[in-house]
Each structure stands twice: as C-alpha cells, then as structure tokens.
C-alpha cells in the first residue's frame, strides 16, 4: 500500500503549512524533497503569488451591493421593454381590428347601396334619363349603370346594356351640344367608345354559340349606331374646332362598330 506521505498533495500540504514558519523559503523546502522539485516549486510558487496579490483580487467595498442593484435594475428594464412591446403589440392588434371594423362597416354600406340601387333602380334609371355629364347627379347614373352590369350574370343580359348605354352616352353628347357644355364631351366620348367596343365583343361571343340570338343584338346596335351618325357629323360642322374632332371620332366610333356587325350578320346568313 502507498505510503500516505509519498502522495503529491501530502507533500504540497507539508510545503503550504511550512512556508507559513518564520525563515522558510520555497528552496529550503523543496530541498527536503529532491525527487518532485519541479512539482513543487511551480505550486509553491503560484501559492506564494496568490498570497501576495490577494487583496488585489478582493473586491472593492460595496461592489457585491452595487452589482446586486445593476442586476436589478436590468431586469427591472427588461421587464419595462417586454410590457412597452406587449403594449406596442395590443397596440397594433386595436388598429387592425379597427380598421378591420371600419373595412367591415364601409362593405356594409356598399352592400346595402347595390341593395337598394337594385331595388329602386328601375326608377332611378327614369329620373337619371335627363342627367347630363357635369350635373351634380350625374356620377350617381354611371354608378347605377356600373352596378347593374356587375349584377347581370348572363353574357346576353350584359351585352344588351351595354347597347342601351351606348345609346345614353350618344343622347348625352348631342344633349351636350345643344347646351354649349363642351368640356364634357370628351369623357363623354370616352364612355361611348367603351360600350361600343364591350357590345361588340359580347355579341362576337355570342355568335359563336348561338347565331340567332347574336343576330338580335347586332340588330339592336346596328339600330343604334345608324340613326346618330349623321346627326354627329352635322353637329362637328357647328361646333368650336377643339370639340369638333370629338364629334367626327363619335361618328367614326360609330362606324366601325355598325361594320363590325355587319361581319355577324353576313356569317348568320351564311
């Protein structure tokens, strides 16, 4: 068995306890044991520093308490960062539901407005016959005529009005002739091309499936078409030179929309 005072942390225990006497250095006790020298200087050694520098290492008055009262206050902070995020967050959830409720009221009242336009609109569209472009009233008809269409399901249906409000935007521009309100001919006209080109373009549709019935809409725009072209192309002659070019290009709509069916035509007689 291993004798106890050969083990190295007996010795390193004999050699702390006599460098506590009076007149002991580190070579006057290493020198008692030569075969672990070098062991025991570098512990006697690092023993003998740590000593030394010992007060040095402590800390300095009230740094225990200081450093207890910065911990403190950090999680204080982080607790006051973590409630202004949760704060910040119900924040922006109260604006999203708000505007959420808001969106959900304005659809609310957009559903109730086509409601009652669908309703009352047989009779809105006889009131809104003689609102002319730039009456006060008159973006409440194109919003009738918008919202009519949007509730037309079938292909036939849409085309029909779509000619029947080519007819309104030809009466609106000879209407505006004769009231000298020149300024709205040109977004007049706009419209006007708009629904001559969709009427077209359904009718086309319409053809390829059933001809007969393309041959009943053709007809009706073709009706349309003819009667006012050359009311338009007389009204050019009178009017001031900007806004006379509007009335050629109505009559010029006009004709190409009276050849385009003339093309369904001739194929259903085919």
Known sequence: MENKSNKPEHLLTICLESLEQEGETIDSIISRFPGNTDTLRAELEAAVWLK?????????????DSS???LVGRILQH?????SRWRWSNLWFDVSTARRKRFAVHFLLLLLLVVSLFYSGKNLLR???TWLPGDVTYPLKRLMEQTTLLLTPSMEGKARLHIEYTQNRLLEVQALFFENRYEEVPPTV???ADHVAEAVERVNEIARRDPMTAKRLATDLQNTLSGQISLT????GFTPSPTSI???????ISQNGLDSMQNVLA???G
Do not use: C, T, W
Not at 233 to 236: D, H, Q, R
């Open 233 to 236: 192309f007389l009204m050019a």
């Open 190 to 192: 706009v419209n006007f």
């Open 68 to 70: 207890k009262h910065q």
């Open 267 to 269: 194929k259903d007689s």
């Open 52 to 64: 030394s520098e010992g007060k040095a290492l402590d800390p300095r008055p009230g740094f225990i």
């Open 246 to 252: 509007q009335y050629i290009q109505v009559g010029k």
């Open 79 to 83: 607790g006051k960062q973590s409630s």
């Open 127 to 129: 009131a809104s016959d």
